[in-house]
């Protein structure tokens, strides 16, 4: 069945204005006109920001949509993808963020516009601690695109976390991947479009 619903999560600090959002968005709007397309600005708060989603998401049909998730995001897209049985798209994905976000307690910036701010609290690293999963239950769902060179997060876990899965593993590469252009084909075909 072809993906008619697609969801977009950015990564901790990022928003929908990211690179990687704004590219899949024209994509998806340029080819894919039929697909509903979401990517919202996810609050700091883990709780919160799920709870919005699945509140924008509750009339989705399950066997038709798909979520494409970036660090953060992509620990996010996994938790929901376990949670209604989608596929998901992985990039640089956050495999243990609770330990990773700890060193960012306090203030923090927005990337794409450094004049908004919020504060990372205890709470919020206490949530994702809750959300993390020990493993991926049916790894044939997910599609991981890891980059080797990826100066925040580490590609070895990333890699054995999501095992089985379908696995593309740059050579290169940044957290960022500033090169996602040449991977967008892979990343719309593994989700249904």
Same mark, same amino acid.
């Given at each position: ?7 977009? #999560? %950015? ?16 994509? /998806? *709007? ?12 996810? *609050? @700091? ?17 399950? !066997?038709?949509?798909?979520? $494409? =998730? ?10 929901? @993808? ?6 998901? /798209? #992985?990039?640089?994905?956050?495999? &243990?963020?609770?330990?990773? #976000?700890?060193? %960012?307690? =306090?203030?923090?910036?927005?990337? &794409? ?13 206490? @949530? ?17 695109? $890891?980059?080797? =060179?990826?100066?925040? #997060?580490?590609?070895? !876990?990333?890699? @054995?976390?999501?095992?089985? *899965? ?16 040449? %991977? ?10």
């Amino acid at each position: 069945m072809k993906t008619t619903h697609l969801l977009y #999560l %950015h990564g901790f600090r990022s928003s929908p204005r990211s690179t990687k959002a704004q590219i899949t968005a024209a994509a /998806v *709007a340029e080819r894919f006109a039929r697909v509903t397309w979401l990517c919202p600005a996810l *609050a @700091a708060s883990p709780k919160t920001a799920m709870e919005c989603v699945e509140r924008a998401i509750s009339d989705w049909p399950r !066997e038709s949509m798909a979520i $494409i =998730g970036s660090s953060l995001g992509g620990f996010y897209a996994t938790w929901l @993808a376990e949670k209604y049985g989608c596929k998901a /798209v #992985l990039l640089n994905p956050a495999v &243990h963020p609770a330990r990773d #976000l700890s060193r %960012h307690l =306090g203030f923090n910036t927005v990337w &794409h516009d450094p004049e908004q701010h919020f504060v990372m609290e205890a709470s919020y690293i206490q @949530a994702l601690e809750v959300q993390e999963l020990a493993r991926i239950t049916q790894p044939s769902r997910y599609f991981a695109v $890891i980059a080797k =060179g990826d100066e925040v #997060l580490d590609w070895r !876990e990333m890699a @054995a976390h999501y095992a089985g *899965a379908f696995v593309k593993l740059l050579v290169q590469g940044d957290h960022a991947l500033t090169d996602y252009i040449q %991977h967008l084909d892979e990343v719309l075909e593994f989700a249904g479009l």
